[in-house]
């Protein structure tokens, strides 16, 4: 929030119009967040239309920096998935693989169909940094505490039926949930 703030003033000055457009954005979020308090889960179009609010306001604090990569199957956009899941995966992506590195970085979103489940996945290419578990961008400086509620929170929804796993890859980290194909 305060990096929203930071950003949006620094935008005033520059371009009020997207200064505009960034308290637009950051409205947007904020409504969504006070709408959550009766939803457990939406589609996952719903949310992807949040993180794109989400990545707007980062795309005009980190430039050129952060790169996206989107492949969402269309098949996907109707399933269910956890409130605010991808929207904290980006932000773990972000805030602990491509903001700390001073030549930036790449966050890959995609949802594929996998025959019984599906899947989201959500990373980034910095590997000497982690992902917000303890020791790098996804396993990094961060106490894990996003990944650890959001693992509880897909426990006590779907149970065995999901599974939340983080992989370690050559060019930087993974996340990935497999969730059931429930509609949302």
């Not at 308290?23 to 993180?51: C, G, I, K, P, Y």
Request: glycine share 12%; proline share 3%.
């Amino acid at each position: 929030m305060f990096n929203a703030f930071n950003t949006i003033r620094g935008s005033i000055f520059e371009d009020q119009q997207r200064a505009a457009d960034l308290v637009t954005q950051l409205a947007e979020l904020f409504r969504f967040h006070l709408s959550l308090s009766n939803r457990v889960s939406q589609s996952l179009e719903e949310e992807w239309q949040l993180a794109q609010k989400y990545l707007a306001i980062e795309q005009a604090r980190l430039d050129d920096r952060l790169r996206v990569e989107v492949d969402l199957c269309p098949s996907c956009l109707g399933y269910a998935v956890p409130c605010l899941a991808l929207l904290g995966l980006i932000e773990n992506a972000i805030k602990h693989g491509v903001a700390p590195d001073a030549r930036g970085g790449r966050v890959q979103i995609s949802a594929s169909d996998g025959g019984e489940a599906w899947h989201l996945r959500v990373g980034n290419s910095t590997p000497s940094a982690g992902f917000g578990t303890g020791g790098g961008a996804f396993t990094g400086a961060g106490a894990g505490t996003g990944l650890a509620n959001l693992r509880e929170r897909i426990d006590l929804s779907y149970g065995n039926r999901a599974r939340l796993d983080v992989q370690r890859g050559g060019d930087g980290y993974v996340v990935q949930l497999t969730l059931p194909k429930l509609s949302a």
